[in-house]
Each structure stands twice: as structure tokens, then as C-alpha cells.
């Protein structure tokens, strides 16, 4: 039998997750992130037009709000109101 410390190196050398090749800049990234968390991969597209449109700490803190409330059956929607909502009170 193989010690633990020999397993385990040999489980992180093979196991090394691969970067997703489509995700080639900072808004890619954040929109997989927030259509994955949203549970709405259909929308990946309006995600990554906010990405590149929004400050990603922004986008991010309403991420978090949506992800606390518990009760949202549809977190997308919740999240594309609030980011709207916002900007509209940002401009006024």
C-alpha cells in the first residue's frame, strides 16, 4: 500500500482543471460566473453585455443581494431588475 502523501500528490497532478478556452477576458469570466450562480445559462449574452457595460464590483454586489434572498424563484429576473433599478436611480 501507497502512503496518503503519495495519493494525494498523485490525485492534484492528474486532477488540474483545465480553463475554459471560450472565457478569454475579465467580462467573459464574469458572465459564466453570474449566468452559472442565476442558474441561466440561456442568458449569457445579456450577462456579458452587463459585464462590459457595469463595474464588475457592482455587478458583483447585486449578485450577493440576489444570492441571500432565499425566496426568488427566478434569480435572473431579480438580478436584471435590481442592476436596472440602480442605474436608473445612479442617472436621476
Known sequence: ???IGKIAKFQTKTAKARPNSHLHS???VLADELSLKLRDKKH???YLGMA???D???LRKILGE???SRDVKTPGKLFTFLVKKNNQENKS
Open 1 to 3: 500500500m501507497e502512503s
Open 26 to 28: 475579465p467580462a467573459h
Open 44 to 46: 449569457f449574452a445579456l
Open 52 to 54: 462590459k457595460k457595469f
Open 56 to 58: 464588475h464590483q457592482y
Open 66 to 68: 440576489v444570492m441571500e
